[in-house]
């Protein structure tokens, strides 16, 4: 059984894994293949939860580790954007809020009903996709404004979710 417990996190791995891929060939100016990896990634992203569903294997730490992963990827990817002077430091710090807001709130609380936070990352995935495409000024403030209204929704909905008291059985 914990052979089959690696896996889903091998998976999640992946992301980390191509991180530095990524940040190779984006210097080099493959749009492309950086665009292939995005996709590997989200695809990575669906599959590591699919295969702890399937082979029974969820836990807490698979949850947050997902999440870190995906935190991973995307604060290096936007980091990279940051220093081609495409984002301001605040969208990183928005990321890393996100992030944040997520530990911090899955904590507190197991069950969350949050259905915005959950389209955060795909938030992001697109919007490293839009930079990639076309990197122009309105895309970044459409990226960074999205973004910041995705976060602002999803606090809202999970500060709903906390303090909402359960329904009591009859």
Do not use: E, H
Request: proline letters at 5%; hydrophobic letters at 55%.
């Amino acid at each position: 059984m914990k052979n089959l417990t690696a896996i889903p996190a091998f998976i999640s791995s992946l992301r980390i894994a191509a991180l530095p891929l990524f940040i190779y060939f984006y210097n080099l100016g493959y749009v492309s293949v950086c665009l292939g990896l995005l996709a590997f990634c989200a695809a990575t992203d669906f599959l590591d939860g699919y295969a702890a569903r399937k082979l029974k294997t969820t836990s807490r730490f698979g949850a947050y580790y997902d999440a870190t992963t995906d935190f991973i990827l995307m604060i290096g990817i936007f980091s990279i954007f940051f220093a081609d002077g495409y984002y301001s430091i605040w969208l990183l710090l928005l990321i890393a809020a996100a992030f944040i807001q997520f530990l911090a709130t899955s904590f507190l609380s197991k069950k969350l009903y949050d259905p915005v936070g959950r389209y955060l990352g795909s938030a992001l995935y697109i919007g490293v996709v839009l930079t990639l495409l076309w990197p122009t000024s309105p895309v970044f403030a459409f990226v960074q404004d999205a973004f910041a209204a995705f976060l602002l929704v999803s606090l809202a909905s999970r500060i709903v979710s906390l303090t909402r008291k359960p329904p009591q059985q009859p």
